[in-house]
């Protein structure tokens, strides 16, 4: 992607909304700069369009500064043999039913260091509160970054995991939880 699209100025004001279908094109073509630069997801952008949209989805986020699209963060439901959500049952009394999933986090590296990641990580975990729910995600240990971005947002560690696609690709990952809500105690 040309850099001139995604002005950085020190005024610039981010906005965080839903993200709308209309935002696919733009979404997925930062998607793919992404993974061009940094390899995320790992487990490619051939389908970019359903990376978006995975089973389970409950709500999506987008940054625009200046009009353009520059970070994304979803939510969605998690898998019935997810291993996070096994391991949160062990420490809260909070229904399963009440658990989602942060994922699908990502920022244009030209807009990094901006405080994008943040602000989509609260408006998620903002919206999850306001229904009662818990949130948990994984990332990979590769990511150091986004390790530091949740930890510095107060998320619980909870245990090391192993992330697995294809036949024979795994990635050493570790399970995080949001700060839990008065309600989950």
Same mark, same amino acid.
Request: overall charge neutral; charged content about 20%.
């Given at each position: 992607?040309? =850099?001139?699209?995604?002005?950085?100025? !020190?005024?610039?004001?981010?906005?965080?909304?839903?993200?709308?279908?209309?935002?696919?094109?733009?979404?997925?073509?930062?998607?793919?700069?992404?993974?061009?630069?940094?390899?995320?997801?790992?487990?490619?952008?051939?389908?970019?369009?359903?990376?978006?949209?995975?089973?389970?989805?409950?709500?999506?986020?987008?940054?625009?500064? =200046?009009?353009?699209?520059?970070?994304?963060?979803?939510?969605?439901? !998690? !898998?019935?043999?997810?291993?996070?959500?096994?391991?949160?049952?062990?420490?809260?009394?909070?229904?399963?039913?009440?658990?989602?999933?942060?994922?699908?986090?990502?920022?244009?590296?030209?807009?990094?260091?901006?405080?994008?990641?943040?602000?989509?990580?609260?408006?998620?975990?903002?919206?999850?509160?306001?229904?009662?729910?818990?949130?948990?995600?994984?990332?990979?240990?590769?990511?150091?970054?986004?390790?530091?971005?949740?930890?510095?947002?107060?998320?619980?560690?909870?245990?090391?995991?192993?992330?697995?696609?294809?036949?024979?690709?795994?990635?050493?990952?570790?399970?995080?939880?949001?700060?839990?809500?008065? =309600?989950?105690?």
């Amino acid at each position: 992607m040309d =850099n001139s699209t995604y002005p950085t100025p !020190p005024s610039a004001s981010t906005i965080i909304r839903p993200r709308e279908m209309a935002d696919i094109e733009a979404t997925t073509a930062l998607l793919i700069e992404v993974h061009r630069r940094d390899g995320y997801p790992v487990e490619g952008v051939a389908d970019p369009r359903a990376w978006l949209q995975p089973p389970g989805l409950m709500r999506s986020w987008i940054a625009e500064l =200046n009009g353009a699209i520059v970070g994304h963060v979803s939510l969605t439901a !998690p !898998p019935g043999d997810d291993q996070a959500v096994a391991l949160w049952r062990t420490r809260t009394t909070a229904p399963a039913s009440r658990v989602a999933v942060l994922a699908r986090l990502f920022v244009h590296p030209e807009t990094r260091r901006q405080s994008v990641g943040k602000a989509l990580v609260q408006a998620a975990t903002g919206y999850a509160q306001s229904r009662q729910t818990d949130l948990l995600l994984d990332v990979l240990e590769k990511d150091t970054a986004a390790i530091r971005l949740y930890e510095s947002l107060g998320w619980t560690f909870l245990a090391t995991a192993t992330h697995s696609f294809g036949r024979d690709s795994t990635f050493p990952a570790r399970y995080y939880a949001a700060p839990l809500q008065e =309600n989950s105690k």
